[in-house]
């Protein structure tokens, strides 16, 4: 709108297809909740506080597009999503990537780490400050991440993890200063000031920045390694930065009907994910205990070298902090369906039993891993409830089918195969 100047989006994605409902070609399951409530109420606190808090029935609906019936609703709009898997222009209209050097608005974006939206405050931010319509607007973006779910900036601690007396800021004062500037044209200097405030996990400080991803962020690859059985956190699999040579595969078998995952709720945080990496359909790989502290701030990225039975699937892959204690505290993921590694506009299926190379995103991470601290990867293939169950079945539109078909899924970890997760590393005095 041409008379809108400034705004303050709290975890808002920029696409219906990079994040919710969709995310690289899987489905936010708890998004069926949501249109259960919001087909019968209005949208208040009262009617939504309790959203994503409990296992519904109409979460296992196979197939998905059974959800709303199962839940006892109609919903047009459900309905009409469940007949586009793919990124078409249905999606297209919903976003406004591609008008980011068209857009001449201010804009504080608020997110945190473990916002179930969080890809929205960082890709718009980087967006309008690189593309942004003139120096003004690109000088006019700003982007807080906080130690914080979808609900943020209300408690210093999440799940027993304590992130210290400055968790919590005044963000009212803030957004006032950025509403000052920007709406009444009070010098106040505030565009002068850092356009990125960043809470490290760990050190548990607040960092100043000019820039996202930050300048000084070295990309370093943590290979998998292992003698063939990563199965499980009890598994003998090891993430290093040594280049593997000649390394047995690591094999587990993924059952539609009995997917790995457990229920998450809005205000988790850092949930401690040793229940689902104690089953064999997940593997674990884990650095070495370390000495000293390796700091990582920045998006993060996976590339799998990969194989399955099936004609498609899914990979789902978790960063944590594994503790002194034992704790394994999540810290981010990245998820793909396998028939959308080249595009997700034309999906292509597998070959069964042909390695492939999968490369996506797994959001990011701002996090100190402290000395005594241990650094691990998760491998599966499902998330569930978190995310729709991927049937393998190859069907045309998987958000239609319920042929359940149990996949033997291999992780390659050799040269020239070499499955692998790039951390950020910042290394600062």
């Known amino acids: 709108p041409p008379h809108l100047k400034a705004l303050v989006p709290i975890a808002s994605p920029p696409d219906a297809y990079l994040n919710e409902p969709i995310c690289n070609g899987c489905f936010l399951l708890p ?57 078409d222009d249905y999606w297209r209209r919903g976003s406004y990537m591609h008008a980011w050097p068209r857009m001449s608005v201010a804009a504080l974006n608020i997110s945190g780490w473990w916002d179930m939206n969080f890809p929205g405050g960082h890709l718009n931010f ?22 914080w779910p979808h609900r943020g900036n209300r408690t210093r601690a999440l799940n027993g993890v304590d992130f210290g007396e400055d968790a919590i800021v005044d963000l009212a004062s803030y957004q006032i200063r950025f509403y000052d500037r920007w709406l009444k044209g ?21 960092w100043a920045e000019r820039e996202w ?9 943590f290979y998998f390694h292992s003698r063939g059985h990563a199965n499980s956190l009890k598994g003998d699999g090891v993430l290093s930065t040594d280049m593997p040579e000649t390394e047995p595969t690591d094999q ?26 104690i089953r064999d359909d997940m593997l674990c790989y884990t650095t070495d205990v370390l000495t000293e502290s390796l700091t990582v701030v920045g ?14 699937t ?45 490369s996506f995103g797994a959001d990011a991470a701002g996090v100190c891993f402290l000395p005594g601290h241990r650094i691990r990867v998760e491998v599966t293939s499902s998330w569930f409830p978190e995310y729709d169950r991927n049937t393998n079945s190859g069907a045309e539109n998987n958000f239609l089918d319920d042929q359940i078909v149990v996949a033997n899924q291999r992780i390659f970890h050799e040269r020239g195969r070499a499955s692998h997760i790039t951390l950020p590393v910042v290394r600062r005095e």
């Open 213 to 221: 991803p930050l300048r000084d962020a070295d990309d370093v690859e």
């Open 314 to 358: 899914d990979w789902h892959v978790r960063l944590c902090d594994v503790h002194p204690d034992g704790s394994a505290r999540f810290l981010c993921h990245g998820m793909l369906r396998a028939r959308f590694r080249e595009s997700f506009e034309q999906p292509q299926l597998l070959e069964p039993d042909k390695d492939y190379e999968f």
């Open 186 to 206: 009070i010098r106040n200097g505030i565009e002068d000031e850092a356009a990125v405030y960043l809470f490290i996990l760990g050190k548990n400080e607040w």
């Open 252 to 277: 587990y078998t993924y059952d539609p009907a009995d997917p790995n995952g457990m229920l998450w709720r809005l205000d988790d945080g850092p949930v401690d994910d040793r229940l689902p990496s």
């Open 126 to 147: 980087a967006g309008l400050q690189r593309n942004g319509k003139d120096d003004d607007v690109r000088r006019s973006q700003k982007l807080i991440i906080g130690p």
């Open 31 to 87: 998004v069926s909740e949501w249109m259960l409530k919001m087909g019968r109420r209005s949208y208040q606190l009262g009617a939504m506080a309790d959203v994503y808090s409990e296992m519904q029935p109409y979460f296992h609906a196979l197939p998905l597009a059974d959800a709303a019936r199962q839940a006892g609703i109609q919903s047009r709009w459900w309905d009409e999503w469940m007949q586009h898997p793919n990124l």
């Open 299 to 312: 998006p993060v990225s996976v590339t799998l070298y990969a194989s399955s039975s099936a004609r498609d």
